[in-house]
């Protein structure tokens, strides 16, 4: 008898995988806004990368409004693996 939990244990880890990807791109989009609001204080080139990837397709601090498109977008970028290549671009291969 023979029974494949492989499947379905595939399955659950691409559920983890995607839920750990948006937790970060929360978290990215949520750093940006912060050191957008530390001004005129700069952060790191690489940190600085990141959040400049960012703002092309997030619009920073301003008044009250529905986040859901902004964390897709934020999670569109995680995924795509555009914020480490912005990262790297700075300081080089992250390892």
Known sequence: ???????????KLR???DGLTRV???EALTAARALDLRAPLAPSP?????????REQVA???TDRHLAP??????VLASSGALVA??????????
């Open 1 to 11: 008898d023979h029974v494949s939990m492989g499947w379905s244990a595939a399955r």
């Open 15 to 17: 559920r983890a995988v």
């Open 24 to 26: 970060l791109a929360i």
């Open 46 to 54: 690489a940190t600085g990368a990141v959040r400049d990837t960012i």
């Open 60 to 62: 920073g601090p301003g």
């Open 70 to 75: 902004e964390i897709e977008a934020a999670v």
């Open 86 to 95: 912005s990262a790297e671009s700075v300081v080089g291969k992250l390892d």
